[in-house]
């Protein structure tokens, strides 16, 4: 449009020179024809236009030889004057084409020149102020290409960062050195300030740092920074809200604490480590630059933390996994290394050898400098002298592999060859290594098989010990039933069942079985023992668990445990809390003559299971006795009253009242006293004794018992 307007303009310029030259060269000729005075005054003294005209043309012949040079000179220097504007104007045009086809491409600091006031020279204004508004907005422009393309490059950089941590992470199983990795990729990547992590402590009390980078955050750690949770800080209230907390200025947030290990702090943010509702800690990232995080920035960072976050609690998901692999390992090892010490308790032999005709029984234990060689786990070579008494061969070298169980030796394989020459080989080594891994198998196998089978066995002693408990309502018969069953079940010598005394210092022995009635002490029926005569003996009192008592007789004292056990002559004796109603009552006493460990921890439980069933039944039984003592009270009562009811005279009331009772309750004696309500006066009856007649009128019963049995006072 601007070159349209140029192109026009230049024509337009140039017709109108060339007219105003015709127009010169007219009004020339017509001031010729009109320079004399007279021929000015008859041209003026015409009427009309006609007379003009034909007066100048009347004139014309006579001046048109003087003017018609004179004409053509002027019109020449028309031409020529509009010659030359036309140059000047067309430089001008065509300088403003050129600068219009730059402004066209895009290039910026064009300038146009000109200073004439006509159109051209405003167009010349309105272009400069065009060039420089096209230079301003392109500046603009390009400062706001450099902003998105650092935004774009920091996009791609947090972006390129999020897979780099997820596979960094991934192959970490350690805890410090994931959380001191991922904030060195952070801030290394993203070039911030600071970034350290805090984590929630397992009581939920505290949030600590766990990792910080630079000076700052080894100085910290080494301080062991932590906030309360609670308290008004920024990390404790990202902990307590879930969401991002961010400050633009440090100098204007009334949370901000100045730390003087980080002077450069302009800005700063904290995010959640969460996974799912769980807040696991927080991602505190520091810039020395202000309103250093936009939006964006932190949706990219809260991914980047919730990555720290799941990477955290998988390492310490894998952390549990394999403390409960080695708590289970160590647990199921003691428990190997108790069920062949039981094994070993036991009467089998200690091992067993084959002499090329029979499998005879063996009871050496190995050397213990041999025994800590076969720990490592691999066969070894022994010279037969360091074996010998054990091992009776021909002089050859032996070969001791070990038998072991989850990194428990529980045994030992020994080979001799057949001739002192033969030697051991590598591949000799190797079968017996094979060979021991499936006796370990097998062994272990057997083992199993026979806890199964005993484990069914204490089940089943345990309901056949409940049947028998549910089977007895009188306390006494439930307990000596109950001991004759655990004496047979778990082969003891004696079984004894004490009750508590009244007072609760001492036990009483109130029901016993034994493996031979004419035994010693088979008969003890009554016989105290004070709870103070043992530690052990308390302490079943009061932590109510199984205590079991291992004294040797030579060396026992004289308190009255150690007296029952000499009478009993047994060495070890189990004490299982008898309950009533949460309360210990007695306790039942599993007596063998055997000292050591002879009662294994499996029995113990066992012993407290069956300790269970024995309460229950000694609550069941006392609540049929006191049910059964309490009806038989109200049956004597209805008695009593049915009786007295069959008289109206208060003196054969009396009477029958005092029979009765005594009857009914056999008490020694029974006293009725009548109080009429005068203190002075006193009327008492007495059985077997005659009565006064009472005196008449209305009368105020008192009654007062005086009661003796005939086993003693109630």
Known sequence: ??????????????????????????????????????????????????????????????????????????????????????????????????????????????????????????????LNLLSASLETEKAEQESRRRELQNDLDLREAQLRLVGELARETASIRKLDVLLNRSINLIKSRLNYYYVAVFLVDEERRYVRLMAGTGEAGSYHLKRGQAMRLGEVSIISGVVNSGTPRLISDVNSDFLFRKDFMLPETRSEV????????????????????????????????????????????????????????????????????????????????????????????????????????????????????????????????ILLAPVTMYNQLVGVV???????????????????????????????????????????????????????????????????HVSQKMRVSFDLVHCGMFLLEPDGNALTLVASASSDPFIAGANLLGVKIYLDAHQSLESVFKERVTRVIVQDLEEAGSSTLDEYMRLRQVNTIAFI???????????????????????????????????????????????????????????????????????LDIDAVMRTAVQEIRRAFEFAQVEVHIDRGKPAKETSQRDSMPSQSPPTGSLDMMSTMKVEKNHGNS
């Open 1 to 126: 449009m601007i070159d349209r307007f140029l192109r026009n303009w230049s024509i337009n310029l140039r017709v109108s020179s060339v007219y105003l030259a015709i127009g010169i060269g007219l009004v020339s000729l017509v001031v010729g024809a009109v320079t004399n005075l007279e021929s000015l005054v008859a041209l003026l003294r015409q009427p009309t236009l006609e007379g003009i005209a034909d007066e100048i043309i009347a004139g014309f012949p006579d001046h048109i030889s003087l003017f018609i040079p004179l004409a053509l000179i002027l019109f020449a220097l028309g031409l020529l004057w509009a010659w030359f504007i036309g140059n000047g104007l067309n430089r001008q045009i065509g300088e403003i084409r050129r600068g219009v086809d730059q402004l066209r491409k895009g290039e910026t600091g064009v300038s146009f020149s000109g200073d004439s006031r006509d159109e051209l020279g405003s167009l010349v204004q309105s």
């Open 270 to 397: 904290a995010l959640p480590l969460r996974v799912g509702r769980e807040i696991m800690g927080v991602l505190n990232i520091h810039s020395d630059r202000q309103s250093a995080f936009s939006q964006d920035d932190i949706s990219i960072l809260q991914i980047l933390a919730d990555q720290i976050a799941l990477a955290v609690q998988s390492v310490r998901l894998i952390q549990n996994l394999q403390r409960s692999v080695r708590e289970a390992n160590s647990i199921y090892q003691r428990y190997t290394q108790k069920s062949w010490s039981r094994e070993m308790l036991g009467n089998r032999p200690q091992g067993f050898k084959y002499d090329s005709l029979q499998v005879l029984p063996m009871n050496q234990r190995l050397p213990e400098p041999v025994l800590s060689r076969l720990s490592g786990g691999h066969p070894i070579i022994v010279p037969a002298h360091e074996l010998s008494g054990i091992a009776d061969g021909n002089g050859s070298d």
């Open 414 to 480: 020994g080979l001799l060859q057949e001739s002192p020459d033969d030697h051991w080989e590598e591949e000799d080594l190797t079968l017996v290594e094979a060979i021991t891994s499936q006796v370990s198998l097998a062994l272990d196998n057997a083992r199993l098989l026979e806890e199964t089978q005993l484990r069914a066995t204490q089940i089943r002693l345990l309901q056949e010990i409940t049947s028998v408990a549910a089977s007895h309502t009188n306390l006494i018969e439930l307990l000596d």
């Open 577 to 647: 809390p008898l309950q009533s109603l949460s309360a210990v009552i007695g306790v039942a006493s599993l007596e063998v003559k055997a000292s050591g460990e002879h009662f294994t921890q499996e029995d113990v439980q066992l012993f407290d299971q069956i300790s269970l069933q024995i309460s229950s039944a000694i609550d069941v039984a006392r609540s049929f006795e006191h049910e059964s003592l309490r009806a038989e009270r109200e049956r004597k009562l209805g008695e009593v009253a049915a009786r007295m009811r069959e008289s």
